[in-house]
């Protein structure tokens, strides 16, 4: 009954909650309670990285394990991982490859061995590892416990996933990748509530359109404009870099968010982006070179605009100024800074008349 009860409290967790480290918790504290081990863990798989990592750790030397990687195949829980197979060893001494394993690690001081890999279908998402427990691990009803724990485990991630990747989804553009416009105003109301506690209170927001986009559609279809929206997105990504965020706003235009970046500091960055993308030359990969240019407005809180309203519509306001020329960058307060007939105000602050006629603002 006590076994039972243990299966109904880790299945009531399941439904009460997707917190996966909550979870987790529960089951490896309910496998301790059974096992009674000096050193138990939770290993994930790092698929990419082809490496395990710590997601849970108790007992002795715990803490020194937070952050360590084993890669797949190396040690007790590497094998089981790269395997798939249960190990249980109740005593290394009476197991010629895990006593060797035992001495080449006396630090470990391993006495018993009860390692499980997390599995959905024929995918390994970790691993749960015992050392040193004070129970008969050889049973028949000891293995099958670990095999349902290990199978509440793995439903536990695979709900956790599936949370994130409908959060994933809700936010984010299915075209480009990049953040939605949903997004974009739950990240601005952060920033404006973030500025209310903070010193550090500005951030600049970038309205990006593409000039002559429809130009594209009509010559070569949607689908490859389709994807030169996904390349747009990706150039805008690497430019700006991780700190700052990038979002498709609709049809053919995108936006940026600067966080913690003033006046010039923006400047700079939208200019490079602006540089970068009249530069570049998309869609190589299905045999085309096309080019196209953008047209920038940029804004910045709280000096042109103290709400979310309000400096959504001034970097709105300076895209349109610059469409007037199209292929250019226009900043509120100060107006186009970029393309024929305007200047450039450069990281030091310098004026340079760029003459950018003849490039144009869409070359194939």
Known sequence: MDHLRVFHEVARALTQTLELEEILLIIMDKMAQFFGPERWSMLMVDDEAGELYYAIAVGEDSESLQGLRVPLGQGVAGWVAST??????????????WYAFSKANPDLRIQSIACVPVRSGNQTLGVIQLLNSKLDLL????????????????IAIQNARSMKLIQTLTITDDCTGLFNSRHLYTMLDEQIA?????????????????????????THGHLVGSRLL???????????????????????????LLPGLG????????????????????????????????????????????????????????????????DNVSVAGIGLIAGPRAGLHGPTGKTTTMAAADLGPLRN
């Open 84 to 97: 798939g197979n249960p190990l249980v060893v109740p005593d290394v001494a009476l197991d010629p490859q």
């Open 139 to 154: 049973s028949e009803y000891s293995i099958s416990f670990l095999r349902i724990l290990c199978d509440y485990a793995a």
């Open 194 to 218: 973030l500025a209310a506690h903070s010193r550090r209170s500005d951030f600049s927001l970038v309205f990006v359109d593409l000039d002559r986009f429809k130009q594209i559609n009509d």
């Open 230 to 256: 996904a390349e747009v997105g990706n150039l805008m990504k690497r430019t700006l870099g991780p700190g700052n965020a990038c979002f498709r706003y609709g049809g053919d235009e995108f936006v940026a």
């Open 263 to 326: 006046k010039q500091a923006a400047i700079d960055a939208t200019v490079r982006l602006w540089e970068r993308l009249r530069e570049a030359r998309f869609l190589g990969g299905q045999g085309l070179s096309l080019s196209i240019a953008g047209s920038f407005g940029l804004a910045t809180f709280p000096e042109d605009g103290s709400t979310v309203a309000a400096v959504i519509r001034s970097a709105d306001t300076m895209m349109y100024a610059a469409k007037s020329t199209r």
